[in-house]
């Protein structure tokens, strides 16, 4: 399977520049690119230096909204290029989206279309943010924000024009989304291996880091964020839950608060399955099915959630679970 | 039956007012039972009798009906207050999270 990157940013914030490094590295080199770009004439692909059978210009519309079928197809055509021998045998897709580009709907699209699901894999996503226009894009911009809370990775960019990054900045990120690591870019320069581990599934060892996929152990995932009321926040649990709760718990999730649940993803202690824990994710109303992890990454074995969402109250999801869990006990005892 | 059930589900029907972006009152009754006064609307949540196939019993504006789980009465409660409210189902990704 193709691991897929998506690229994503507010308009000028650095995407392109920082696509055009990393395709110059010998890590990057078998990657095969799809940028799309809002307008009449798309520029962006000519600043890109990839081999023309493997990068495609998807220029009718924005990504999020308008070209989602025509993002399934794009992806398809590669794979099947690939599979046949008319392009070279790329080992991962980068999509970048155009600067107003959401990027929860094109996740959802990679996570769903029955056309492309048994060849790809979520590589994460990566998303720039400009450390010297960045706080006003995050305060004045809902897409910004939105780019920056659904990412794996945040890249500051351009921050050999400020100096020192403003800590008003960072702060704001953190808010947003304190489980990204923060890195920094300077001319587009950054360690291609930095990205690798953007997803659950760490492309450069070829394991499954969920403890970095979630912020590693310390990360302040408990920020409150006034931009446009975006929160990030974790949920932990001592106690495993049985797995018709973690079930009902999504599925309530899905149908309650589908639309402002911009992503979720957590790794869960099971009552029937203590040493194997189940990882947990989703995008708005869509879930993956639950992976189960062979063993605990580490001695710490309680449930840890991390939401990204639009005004869900962290007490809802945490009331939710207690209450769930505590109708399946009952159920349970009464039989 | 655990007291602590019925505080929790007290607090999520709280809770899930926010999350839904509705103004209301939720509040415990004498006789274990669950009040909630939104949109001019009044609901109440109490346990089901031992007698009928259902956990619970949900009475909105006088008419009563029975809840299978918590996710029923949600749902109940939520029809009820948000004229808006368009079920979403889950729908599961086709793609794996990891690879195989």
């Known amino acids: 399977m193709i691991p897929v990157l998506i690229l994503t940013g507010f308009l000028g914030s650095g995407k392109t520049t920082l696509l055009a490094h990393l395709l110059r590295q010998p890590d990057f080199a078998r990657t095969a690119v799809i940028v799309n770009e809002f307008g009449e004439i798309g520029l962006d692909h000519e600043l890109v230096e990839a081999s023309d059978d493997s990068l495609i210009a998807l220029t009718t519309g924005c990504l999020c909204c308008k070209v989602r079928d025509d993002l399934a197809q794009t992806v398809d055509d590669l794979l099947r290029r690939r599979e046949a021998g008319s392009v070279p045998p790329f080992t991962r897709i980068v999509i970048e989206t155009s600067g107003l580009a959401d990027p929860a709907p094109i996740l959802q699209t990679l996570m769903t279309d029955v056309n492309i699901g048994g060849r790809i894999v979520l590589g994460g996503v990566a998303t720039t943010v400009d450390a010297v226009h960045g706080a006003h894009a995050l305060g004045h911009e809902m897409i910004s924000a939105k780019q920056v809370a659904v990412a794996d990775r945040l890249i500051l960019t351009k921050s050999d024009l400020v100096g020192v990054v403003p800590s008003a900045l960072r702060d704001r990120l953190a808010a947003l989304n304190g489980s990204a690591p923060v890195l920094e870019a300077q001319h587009g320069r950054i360690d291609p291996r930095s990205l690798f581990d953007a997803g659950p599934y760490d492309l450069l060892t070829k394991s499954f880091d969920v403890q970095s996929w979630l912020g590693g152990e310390g990360a302040d995932v408990g920020g409150h964020s006034h931009d446009h009321d975006i929160q990030t926040y974790a949920i932990l649990r001592d106690a495993p839950i049985w797995a018709v709760t973690l079930t009902l718990l999504l599925e309530t999730l899905a149908e309650h608060c589908g639309a402002d649940l911009l992503r979720l993803k957590g790794i869960v202690n099971i009552v029937e399955s203590p040493d194997r824990p189940a990882v947990i994710h989703g995008v708005q109303h869509v879930f993956h099915p639950p992976t189960w992890l062979a063993r605990w990454p580490s001695d710490d074995r309680r449930s840890r959630i991390v939401v990204i969402t639009r005004g869900i109250p962290r007490r809802f999801i945490e009331t939710l679970i207690d209450s769930l869990e505590g109708e399946v006990v009952e159920v349970s005892v009464r039989r | ?100």
């Open chain 2, 1 to 100: 039956m655990t007291r602590a059930l019925d505080e929790a589900l007290r607090e999520l029907l709280a809770q899930s007012l926010a999350a839904w972006r509705l103004t209301g009152n939720v509040e415990g009754v004498n006789d274990d039972a669950i009040r909630i006064l939104c949109n001019g609307i009044a609901i109440r949540v109490e346990r089901a009798p031992p007698a009928v196939p259902f956990r619970w019993m949900v009475t909105i504006d006088g008419r009563r009906r029975g809840a299978v789980s918590i996710p029923a009465v949600l749902r109940q409660v939520r029809s009820a207050l948000d004229p808006g409210y368009a079920r979403d189902k889950v729908r599961v990704a086709v793609t794996p999270l990891v690879l195989s």
